[in-house]
């Protein structure tokens, strides 16, 4: 909260406002003019229901899919959106990435899970357009801010739980907690499911939230016992193929979402339709019509002899499942570029450097959105994962000689981006796989207070443009300094 509404009564009331609700007391000069004023002791803990009797309570007519967790909501919601419009239904959706009041009607997203103004708004939308269902993302931060209070959802989805938003939740417990919050929602077992996880530990917390009696639909890739279980799965860098029983039948699914990871996203997809009754083959066509998620494990293919992926992964656990999979997937090296966050979770920087450079034979450190901090502060938190600081980094490079580390992978440190990414391309070779982890489909670098135009996914073409011309010349790449140090 940056400033302060009671400020800008009157330019409300210029705008067409008839009634006030304050939560301090306000002098009213005669000039303005409004019907009603109501005092309330939190102005914001009233506003979603406000907001929801406004517009007429639209969640209530839409058939309403609720995803929490730390990673996959996107892709997953994309899986269902997708889903249920193979079934026939217009579908609408709340996300990361966009806004869609149905189908290809997509709106510009400004946070994962919008305000509860926003929210009741956009869904008032759909209505109106005819739109029968509504995936949506639900966050930590709007379940603890209330900005779903009065958004009616009857599948809520869990996916996993692990470190995330330490700088606002506190507590690995509070995290939970603030995710709990969509589970406690589901209470009447004749409209509502919960669809879980449990592969996670957290399960059972998520199972026991609201109504126990709520049927609850399984999935899982380890634990067998799951109602919907990868009985088989293929990877590789190009294409996931997954056998997956269902208390339905099987399915065999073939996808362009790459990895270990996607396998959970599209199990999660399989378990909402089993919990609707959706049609086997509604359920097969749905899911393989999504071919890719901007921004989530997207390759970037300029005709080269080596994998260049985006990924969003800007979490410990999120950054290790993606170089987990891309290990997985065949890949000789993994070249990643990574960074962490500005004003944010300085206690996940370390974590991020260690698996970045645990798993990737070559790892470059680099900012990505510093905000308010030095990059350089900020990759000196991130070194310290492996035992160096900034200051030995520097000195190293006074002498042109930056040493391995003791598992013999190679880390370098660039701190503006675009050189990273160039430097990160410009080392790939045949089999290789370029990641560039933490912004995905973000297209913008937040530095100060400003946001300049930044897209991942436009820097690596241009790299790879640049790249093809150096070899088309005659240069070897491998000769850079990067590359002989």
């Known amino acids: 909260m940056t400033t302060d509404g009671h400020l800008y009564l009157s330019e409300a009331v210029k ?10 007391e306000i002098t009213i000069d005669e000039s303005i003019n409004v019907k009603a004023m109501v005092m309330v002791e939190d102005g914001n803990a009233i506003l979603p229901a406000l907001a929801a009797s406004f517009y007429g309570n639209p969640s209530q007519k839409l058939a309403v899919i609720g995803i929490t967790g730390t990673n996959g909501k996107t892709t997953t919601s994309y899986l269902i959106k997708s889903m249920y419009e193979t079934m026939g239904l217009k579908t609408g959706l709340l996300g990361t990435i966009a806004y869609y009041i149905h189908s290809d009607h997509e709106l510009e997203a400004h946070a994962t899970t919008p305000d509860a103004v926003y929210v009741q708004k956009l869904m008032a939308k759909m209505v109106h357009n005819g739109t029968e269902a509504c995936v949506m ?29 330490m700088d606002f939740h506190k507590t690995e417990e509070d995290y939970r907690e603030a995710k709990g919050r969509l589970f406690a929602k589901m209470v009447d077992p004749e409209r509502h499911r919960k669809v879980v ?21 399984t999935f899982a890739m380890g634990n067998k016992n799951a109602d919907v279980y990868a009985l088989e799965v293929q990877l590789s860098l190009f294409e996931t193929q997954v056998l997956i029983r269902t208390p339905e039948g099987n399915l065999e699914i073939s996808s362009g979402l790459l990895g270990r990871h996607n396998v959970y996203n599209i199990l999660a997809a399989v378990a909402v339709g089993i919990a609707v009754g959706a049609p086997l083959d509604d359920i097969v066509k ?22 260049v992926i985006v990924d969003y992964a800007h979490t410990p656990d999120a950054l290790a499942r993606l170089l987990d999979t891309v290990r997985e997937c065949g890949a000789r090296r993994i070249i990643t570029v990574v960074g962490c966050g500005g004003d944010r979770d300085r206690g996940k920087r370390p974590m991020m450097a260690k698996i970045a450079t645990d798993k990737s034979d070559i790892c470059i450190l680099t900012s990505d959105n510093p905000r308010t901090e030095d990059p350089l502060d900020i990759l000196d938190d991130m070194l310290a994962g492996v035992g160096w600081t900034m200051q030995d980094y520097l000195r190293w490079g006074d002498n042109d000689y930056y040493p391995p580390l003791p598992n013999g992978h190679r880390l370098f440190v660039y701190d503006i981006r675009s050189i990273a990414i160039r430097a990160a391309v410009a080392m790939g070779e045949e089999g290789d796989a370029v990641v560039i982890a933490g912004k995905g489909h973000e297209t913008y670098q937040i530095i100060g207070k400003e946001e300049e135009y930044f897209d991942d996914r436009e820097e690596c073409r241009e790299a790879l443009q640049k790249v093809d011309a150096l070899h088309a010349a005659g240069i070897d790449t491998s000769e850079f300094p990067w590359r002989s140090c």
């Open 286 to 307: 749905g899911i393989e019509e999504v071919d890719a998620i901007p921004g989530r494990c997207e390759l970037i293919d300029e005709e080269q002899a080596f994998a």
């Open 137 to 165: 993302e639900v966050s930590s931060h709007a379940l603890v801010q209330g900005r779903c209070d009065k958004v009616d959802f009857d599948i809520a989805v869990f996916m996993n739980l692990t470190r995330d938003h």
């Open 197 to 217: 996880n449990i592969d996670d530990p957290n399960a059972p917390y998520f199972i026991t939230q609201g109504n126990t009696d709520v049927p609850v639909i």
């Open 15 to 24: 705008r067409g406002a008839v009634a006030v609700i304050a939560s301090k």
